[in-house]
């Protein structure tokens, strides 16, 4: 049976030691305020509706639903950052 000839001049790959673990590159606050965000939305939202738009800001009227709006976009825009 023939044998193959061991080559001396040609190196294996090897694995870099960190290889798969992710680089955290995240602030501490980013996740916290991303999800305050996206909660703090739909319950402003909620609230303008169930108390027939008393509560939270009535002198702004309409302009509630926009602030939860407003809310979730950044708490989506805060989630884009986070790796």
Known sequence: MPFSKK???VETFKAPKNFGKPK???PKWL???ALTLLV???VWIVIYYVSKA???IPEIRDW???FGF?????GMVLLTRWK
């Open 70 to 74: 407003v809310f979730m976009a950044a």
């Open 54 to 56: 008393q509560f939270p």
């Open 7 to 9: 080559r001396d001049d």
């Open 64 to 66: 509630n639903l926009a």
């Open 24 to 26: 955290s590159d995240n």
């Open 40 to 42: 703090l939305g739909p």
């Open 31 to 33: 996740l916290p305020t």
